[in-house]
């Protein structure tokens, strides 16, 4: 079982690049933006690799970080999901930003893959919605998407997941796509800590989308 190759970039193509490994150059499966992040490489490249054995082939996937290789993996197990819709998935949506996607329940993100209908982003969706976590994680921005996602506190005074929420959907109901919100306040949220007024996450979420800061 192959879990990393590393060596020189012989070739590459729309989907699929060559690497070649003390001589031999070993096909391997990646994402759009894999590709474009190591296709003019000069010198030495290393790849976490993920090998699937089939009854009729052996395909090696590559991705440019084990945060890829995760979310890789997540996604397979979705019904209906294989390897190539995957990393077509993530040619669109890089990990961090489909951890937030599934984490704020953005369909139409996920129908920008071609591949992915209504119906299967919805699977993708209930299925994941519980793990946008674990794809998260390696970016730090986990705490901040629990906070958001978590249900209101029965008290007088709003949670922050409750202000969170509804900061999510001011941002949205100004024009702006759920992901990008829910990444903006999740900033908002990860910057101010807990007990935030609503208000202070709007304005804050709209400095950074005003900004074009990258959660």
């Known amino acids: 079982m192959i879990a990393k190759l590393t060596g020189r970039i012989d070739s590459t193509s ?3 690049v060559v690497l070649d490994v003390g001589g031999v150059g070993y096909l391997v499966f990646c994402s759009a933006r894999t590709i474009a992040a190591v296709g003019g490489a000069v010198g030495t490249v290393s790849l976490p690799i993920e090998t699937h054995v089939r009854e009729d082939h052996i395909h090696l996937y590559g991705f440019l970080d084990e945060a890829e290789r995760g979310a890789f ?3 397979t197990t979705v019904q209906g999901v294989g390897a190539k819709l995957a990393l077509a998935i993530l040619s669109v949506l890089p990990a961090d930003i489909l951890a937030q996607a599934i984490a704020a ?7 920008q893959a071609p591949g992915v209908g209504p119906k299967l982003a919805v699977r993708i969706l209930t ?4 793990k946008a976590a674990l794809i998260a994680a390696p970016f730090g921005v986990a705490s901040a998407l629990a906070l958001a996602a978590a249900p209101a506190a029965a008290t007088d005074a709003p949670s ?3 202000a969170a929420a509804d900061a999510v ?3 949205v109901n100004l024009g702006y796509g759920r992901t990008e919100a ?4 999740a900033r908002a949220t990860r910057s101010r800590g807990t007990d935030v007024p609503v208000e202070t ?5 709209l400095a950074h989308l005003a900004g074009g800061e990258r959660v």
């Open 201 to 205: 996450l709007i304005r804050d979420g």
């Open 105 to 111: 329940a953005d369909r139409a993100a996920l129908t």
């Open 14 to 16: 729309s989907d699929s």
């Open 160 to 162: 922050t997941g409750a």
């Open 169 to 171: 959907s001011a941002l």
């Open 73 to 75: 993996r997540l996604l």
């Open 127 to 130: 299925e994941l919605k519980d």
């Open 182 to 185: 829910f990444a903006a306040v």
